[in-house]
């Protein structure tokens, strides 16, 4: 049995509506904080204004940070940093998808502890208390509001570097449904892929617990089951949704990610693909590549999901099945990748070390080539 440390300092709101309490918990850490979001979403939609005058309620000074990419970058979190550290804030509140909170984690970081974002980059890890960040997801895949990672691109080397560290769990999770109701088709899409991917890979990693797994196991099970419907806009799927993408979130807070998230890794620091569709490509030739090895696996996780079958090439297939139905692209040569790019793949993937070790099965070269292979041709 593997031995597991378990520490979530999360305090999770699960409920429509939460958004309301924004200001009752975030005037708990002061009277000045930084709200940061994406360039568009919660601006377009009413979110931003909503947010600020729940704020102003209890009396909170808020500065405003609108301009967090997908994908963010060490640049913008370098000047998100500069707005924090100049109005003297106290708290983050982070209220958009994955990248906005691993941005605010970072933001939360260097602002608190200094140095350069580089002196933190894995196989660094954080062990300083940060600044608390409250974390609002809008999409429901990086499970980000619960997840001890903040990954930010490096743009002088165009690589994703991962922050790892207990600190960098917020401090609070609001989820609320409500927030998914403008959430575009091919977003939920995207993100989702990434709950599929969270649990999968933490069941699968060598590193799986008793613990992680009941998390996985709940997770991939919601998911499985939801997905679909909640992709057709039926809300009470979307919250499922989101519980299974935080159940996700705490899975791989055990384990890690796998070569899953090595290969995808490339897809989204060259061409900027999401990050959820950029690891759902790999997810499938990968169990397909190591399907005998973790039959056992897969079995359990089939019987969790209740299966007709439990076999590993029945789970692979329904699997496909459910990336289908929403519109999930599952070949690197409809996302328009050549076969000009495949040594560049494997190169890049070979960078992620503390993935691959964490694989349940040990791949050199030639595994990578076979597995890439298989993603240009499904």
Do not use: W
Not at 41 to 62: C, M, P, V, W
Not at 127 to 143: F, L, M, N, R, S
Not at 221 to 231: G, L, M, Q
Not at 341 to 353: D, H, P
């Amino acid at each position: 049995m593997n031995g597991f440390k378990f520490y979530l300092p999360t305090r999770v709101v699960f409920e429509k509506g939460a958004l309301s309490r924004i200001g009752e918990f975030a005037s708990r850490f002061g009277k000045k904080c930084l709200l940061m979001t994406g360039k568009n979403f919660a601006r377009k939609h009413g979110y931003t204004d909503d947010i600020l005058e729940k704020l102003s309620n209890f009396e909170l000074r808020t500065h405003l940070f609108e301009e967090v990419e997908p994908n963010p970058t060490k640049k913008t979190v370098l000047k998100a940093v500069d707005n924090f550290l100049n109005n003297e804030c106290e708290v983050i509140i982070a209220f958009g998808g994955g990248s906005v909170i691993d941005a605010a984690k970072a933001v939360a970081l260097i602002s608190k502890l200094g140095g350069q974002i580089e002196d933190y980059f894995f196989p660094n890890i954080v062990e300083k208390e940060i600044y608390p960040v409250i974390a609002i997801p809008t999409t429901c895949g990086t499970g980000s509001e619960a997840t001890r990672y903040a990954v930010i691109t490096d743009n002088d080397e165009g690589l994703k570097k991962t922050i790892s560290g207990d600190p960098l769990v917020p401090r609070i999770a609001l989820l609320d449904v409500n927030n998914l109701k403008h959430i575009p088709k091919e977003v939920f899409s995207n993100t989702s892929a990434d709950t599929f991917c969270h649990a999968i890979e933490s069941f699968v990693n060598i590193k799986y617990t008793h613990l992680s797994d009941l998390f996985a196991k709940e997770s991939i099970k919601f998911a499985f089951d939801n997905v679909v419907e909640a992709y057709k806009g039926n809300e009470d799927s979307k919250e499922h949704m989101l519980y299974a993408s935080l159940l996700a979130g705490v899975a791989i807070n055990f384990s890690g990610s796998t070569a899953v998230h090595a290969l995808g890794y490339y897809l989204t620091s060259k061409h900027g693909i999401p990050h959820g569709l950029a690891s759902a490509v790999f997810l499938l030739p990968v169990l397909e590549y190591e399907k005998d090895s973790i039959s056992d696996r897969i079995y359990e996780l089939a019987y969790a999901m209740r299966l007709k079958q439990t076999d590993p090439e029945y789970f692979i297939n329904a699997l496909n099945q459910k990336f289908h139905e929403i519109g999930i692209i599952r070949s690197l040569l409809d996302l328009g990748i050549g076969y000009g790019e495949k040594e560049n793949i494997i190169r890049k993937a070979l960078l992620f070390s503390r993935n691959l070790d964490n694989n349940p099965v040990k791949l050199e070269v030639k595994d990578l080539t076979t597995i890439v292979d298989m993603a240009y041709t499904r």
